[in-house]
């Protein structure tokens, strides 16, 4: 089932945040979306012009969602969703689109431009800094379902490939984890804590090719990564509802390189049991920001995902 870009809802336009824009030859209109999975459709909730609100998570209220934009984290209500709320943290680094609630639901872990990744309280104010490695770059996508441990894409300062790294929610040592060659991105814990699931250019037949895979993540090696399906696209974000019956996924045409912003893209919707007989396709213009990090609501009856329409797409007001 294709499930069409949703645009018959009218929706007013939101309050954009001073300094929230799009880079020069972005587009200039971002939509949060939400997808229903009993009805396997998707609305549009909200719709800011010039903004860069990119990557939901769904906050452990079922009713808010935590999105970034203009190097900020923003509170965004169901209830009122045109109004988007700035948490402020004290001497917070600005921000890019890595971040994952801590799984007590009051806190949240979020990746700096300064190469670190920051924990701080939902209500704003102070942080902590929890990793202090030199000349690397840490990009969080994972916290494991008990809180202990956190999964990361490592960079080293020299550049190259991705690389899976485990750290402690308090901070320490890193593992770092043979996952085989080419770039390793998005790993996060599957809800029974069994699995990390990521994306990996290991079985890459050319530049850039992706594909979704897993590894246990209890001694985790790369002679024990599963490859979950096997496609000629470049696929992208596997993210697993809390209930584990369902994932959601970012298709990228063949030949894309990285994960780049304002294309044409596919959000896949999978039975966790079958990856390969998709139960949902949503076509949208976006990539980048629409769906970095998990966006699945507590009761997993609902994902959400950001759009940024191109200039031919008709406006929804």
């Not at 801590?102 to 929890?130: C, E, K, N, Q």
């Amino acid at each position: 089932m294709t499930t069409p870009a949703p645009r018959e809802t009218a929706r007013p336009v939101g309050q954009d945040p001073a300094g929230a824009r799009r880079e020069p030859g972005q587009s200039l209109t971002c939509r949060v979306h939400v997808f229903d999975v009993a009805s396997l459709s998707a609305a549009v909730v909200a719709e800011f012009d010039r903004t860069t609100f990119e990557a939901p998570n769904w906050g452990a209220d079922g009713n808010t969602l935590y999105l970034n934009g203009a190097g900020a984290l923003w509170a965004l209500s169901l209830d009122s969703p045109l109004t988007p709320r700035r948490v402020a943290y004290e001497g917070l680094p600005d921000l890019n689109n890595d971040h994952v609630l801590d799984p007590r639901g009051d806190a949240i872990y979020m990746s700096a431009t300064d190469g670190h990744i920051h924990h701080g309280p939902l209500a704003g104010g102070g942080h902590r800094r929890v990793t202090d490695e030199r000349d690397v770059l840490h990009y969080l996508h994972g916290v494991s379902p008990d809180g202990e441990r956190l999964a990361f894409v490592r960079i080293d300062g020299s550049g190259g490939p991705g690389r899976l790294a485990l750290i402690g929610s308090d901070g320490g040592p890193v593992t770092v984890v043979d996952t085989g060659a080419g770039h390793l991105d998005g790993p996060e814990w599957s809800p029974d804590g069994e699995w990390i699931y990521f994306n990996t250019e290991r079985w890459a037949s050319g530049p850039g090719h992706a594909q979704l895979a897993r590894v246990p993540s209890e001694n985790p090696s790369a002679e024990k990564v599963e490859r979950l399906i096997s496609t000629g696209t470049v696929d992208w974000f596997p993210h697993l509802a809390p209930d584990g019956r369902l994932a959601v996924y970012l298709r990228y045409p063949a030949g894309t390189v990285g994960h780049p912003g304002d294309v044409d893209v596919e959000l896949v919707v999978v039975d966790t049991a079958d990856w390969s007989a998709p139960l949902a396709r949503v076509p949208l213009h976006g990539g980048q920001g629409t769906i970095n990090v998990n966006s699945w609501s507590p009761d997993s009856g609902r994902f959400a995902f950001v759009s940024y329409p191109s200039s031919d797409d008709a406006p929804v007001r």
